[in-house]
């Protein structure tokens, strides 16, 4: 999982290879993967039904340019900033799912 973060961290955009990947990791398969990478609607899919107990908010910085993702569920909060809006969703998740397995 901490590789996929690693991953998902150092793209710029959508890719179907990290797509697959993601699939690999949270799904256990590969084939016929989501466009997580470009699509929020994907993105929002994969966090219902990874975390359907977590509330989401989007937004973008001050100055408007950069989205940023808060997942939170009681008092456990992850949060994202990066390049585009379901990357940051997607590092929110995996956070989110690396916190889970520490507790």
Do not use: F
């Not at 901490?2 to 961290?9: D, G, P």
Request: proline share 4%; with cysteine; net charge neutral.
């Amino acid at each position: 999982m901490q590789s996929l973060q690693v991953h998902i961290a150092s793209a710029r955009g959508a890719d179907r290879d990290l797509d697959a990947e993601i699939e690999k990791v949270l799904n256990g398969q590969s084939q016929n993967a989501p466009d997580y990478t470009a699509s929020v609607d994907r993105c929002l899919d994969l966090l219902h039904a990874k975390l359907p107990n977590w509330h989401w908010h989007l937004g973008r910085d001050v100055v408007g340019m950069m989205p940023y993702a808060n997942l939170s569920n009681g008092k456990k909060t992850v949060s994202a900033e990066g390049t585009t809006v379901p990357l940051v969703l997607l590092t929110t998740i995996v956070k989110a799912l690396i916190s889970q397995k520490r507790s």
